[in-house]
């Protein structure tokens, strides 16, 4: 919620460069332990993405997006993450492992901003600059998450 | 039946999957034909007001430029005073507005101002600033509306040379929020860098003569019956504040003229 909160307040004004634009929202539903249903993260992802869209006045975009990240987000954790038991807490740096939270946090941050800017641009025909601003924003949310978990669990 | 039951009930976290997809993709869609919802934009007045208390907190550090504006307005309105010709002029009303929140840095740019349907605001009019051409508006509530600035890759802006009738269509790539794109002028009219482009007045949502831009440069490639012409908007988005909306007297009418044509 303070996530989100910060995301509207600061880093929606945020704007780098012209290509950079992180949403760090995404760090709460990466979090999220794996505890509800599989079908009950979609939905709490699609109203996050929901909230986000009324402020950033694209609506769909976020939602779908963050439909799509919390989809993928088990199969993911399955595939990289060996001791299941540590799914029961929240997902961070220090309960799965620096590796695999790098690897986790990279794909699911590039899918979701991939996601975003494709669908804001709604046409091919801006392909190289959508992926130029994937390519920034990803890294600056990358590196926010990672360095946010640093700081909580050193 | 049992077994219908059975594959919905394995699969079913891929079907919820699909179903919000759908619906998601919906809400784009429809957003993108109908954009009239002010609800689930930031024409709704909570978001709005978050963006107010936001704009207004950073307002203050650019006080002394704004200042610096308005006394440059305050002196052309006075020399324009002078030269009025009331007969053009009467039939558009100007409402001031404030902008509440903008973006200048993404594909689909969108500027929020604080007035609305209480206004007199309706979707289709102008926007403009004392330095050019801003955007029309394009979702409207109750005490706030949303702008389409020429500076988001939807809009397109008919537009003229200011030294003869030459009109042609204002488009953005998406790349420089400084720079815009003239198309659909024939190549046996002569382009120089520096000329002025102006309103053309063709649609009811801006009188003529309203500033656009500068031209940057003309490129013709071969083979190629029309220029590209880079334009340098005159309205400085960085540093967008103070907007005026352009209520045409007449746009209902004329609206209602060429409607019918179809």
């Given at each position: 919620?303070?996530v989100?909160?910060?995301?509207?307040?600061?880093?929606?004004?945020?704007?780098?460069?012209?290509?950079?634009?992180?949403?760090?929202?995404?760090?709460?539903?990466?979090?999220?332990?794996?505890?509800?249903?599989?079908?009950?993260?979609?939905?709490?992802?699609?109203?996050?993405?929901?909230?986000?869209?009324?402020?950033?006045?694209?609506?769909?975009?976020?939602?779908?997006?963050?439909?799509?990240?919390?989809?993928?987000?088990?199969?993911l954790?399955?595939?990289?993450?060996?001791?299941?038991?540590?799914l029961?807490?929240?997902?961070?740096?220090?309960?799965?492992?620096?590796?695999?939270f790098?690897?986790?946090?990279?794909?699911?941050?590039?899918?979701?901003?991939?996601?975003?800017?494709?669908l804001?641009?709604?046409?091919?025909?801006?392909?190289?600059?959508?992926?130029?601003?994937?390519?920034v924003?990803?890294?600056?949310?990358?590196?926010?998450?990672?360095?946010?978990?640093?700081?909580?669990?050193? | 039946?049992?077994?219908?039951?059975?594959?919905?009930?394995?699969?079913?976290?891929?079907?919820?999957?699909?179903?919000?997809?759908?619906?998601?993709?919906?809400?784009?869609?429809?957003n993108?034909a109908?954009?009239?919802?002010?609800?689930?934009?930031?024409?709704?007045?909570?978001?709005?007001?978050?963006?107010?208390?936001?704009?207004?907190?950073?307002?203050?550090?650019s006080?002394?430029?704004?200042?610096?504006?308005?006394?440059?307005?305050?002196?052309?309105?006075?020399?324009?005073?002078?030269?009025?010709?009331?007969?053009?002029t009467a039939?558009?009303?100007?409402?001031s507005?404030?902008?509440?929140?903008?973006?200048?840095?993404?594909?689909?740019?969108y500027?929020?101002?604080?007035r609305g349907?209480?206004?007199?605001?309706?979707?289709?009019?102008?926007?403009?600033?004392?330095?050019?051409?801003?955007?029309?508006?394009?979702?409207?509530?109750?005490?706030?509306?949303?702008?389409?600035?020429?500076?988001?890759?939807?809009?397109?802006?008919?537009?003229?040379?200011?030294?003869?009738?030459?009109?042609?269509?204002?488009?953005?790539?998406?790349?420089?929020?400084?720079?815009?794109?003239?198309?659909?002028?024939?190549?046996?009219?002569?382009?120089?860098?520096?000329?002025?482009?102006?309103?053309?007045?063709l649609?009811?949502?801006?009188?003529?003569?309203?500033?656009?831009?500068?031209?940057?440069?003309?490129v013709?490639?071969?083979?190629?019956?029309?220029?590209?012409?880079?334009?340098?908007?005159?309205?400085?988005?960085?540093?967008?504040?103070?907007?005026?909306?352009?209520q045409?007297?007449?746009?209902?009418?004329?609206?209602?003229?060429?409607?019918?044509?179809?």
């Open positions: 919620m303070l989100m909160l910060l995301q509207v307040l600061l880093f929606n004004q945020l704007q780098l460069w012209g290509v950079c634009h992180p949403y760090i929202y995404v760090l709460c539903l990466m979090m999220m332990p794996i505890t509800l249903p599989h079908n009950a993260d979609m939905f709490i992802g699609a109203a996050a993405g929901l909230v986000m869209d009324v402020f950033c006045n694209s609506m769909g975009v976020h939602t779908a997006a963050c439909i799509l990240l919390m989809f993928i987000r088990p199969y954790l399955g595939l990289i993450v060996n001791d299941k038991d540590r029961n807490e929240q997902i961070s740096l220090r309960a799965v492992g620096m590796e695999a790098v690897k986790y946090v990279v794909i699911l941050v590039l899918v979701h901003h991939l996601t975003v800017f494709l804001a641009a709604w046409s091919w025909s801006h392909i190289g600059f959508v992926l130029l601003e994937t390519f924003s990803s890294i600056i949310t990358i590196l926010l998450v990672i360095g946010y978990n640093m700081l909580k669990y050193r | 039946m049992q077994n219908l039951l059975k594959i919905l009930l394995r699969y079913s976290n891929f079907l919820v999957f699909i179903a919000l997809e759908v619906a998601a993709f919906m809400l784009i869609t429809f993108n109908y954009p009239r919802s002010s609800v689930f934009s930031t024409a709704n007045k909570v978001v709005a007001w978050q963006h107010e208390v936001v704009s207004d907190i950073c307002g203050y550090f006080l002394r430029s704004q200042n610096e504006l308005l006394a440059e307005e305050n002196v052309a309105l006075r020399n324009k005073l002078s030269a009025l010709d009331s007969a053009n039939m558009m009303h100007y409402v507005a404030k902008v509440v929140q903008m973006t200048t840095g993404e594909l689909n740019n500027i929020t101002i604080n349907s209480k206004d007199g605001i309706c979707r289709g009019q102008g926007v403009r600033n004392s330095e050019g051409v801003v955007g029309i508006v394009r979702t409207v509530g109750q005490n706030y509306s949303v702008v389409l600035p020429i500076i988001n890759t939807r809009s397109n802006l008919s537009c003229r040379f200011a030294k003869n009738d030459y009109v042609g269509t204002l488009h953005w790539d998406g790349k420089d929020s400084r720079f815009a794109q003239l198309q659909d002028i024939s190549t046996h009219m002569v382009v120089n860098p520096g000329d002025t482009i102006i309103t053309s007045g649609s009811p949502v801006f009188p003529e003569g309203i500033p656009v831009g500068i031209v940057e440069n003309s013709l490639k071969d083979g190629d019956s029309y220029y590209t012409i880079r334009v340098r908007l005159q309205t400085n988005f960085k540093r967008l504040k103070y907007v005026e909306v352009v045409n007297a007449h746009q209902q009418e004329l609206e209602e003229l060429t409607d019918g044509l179809d």
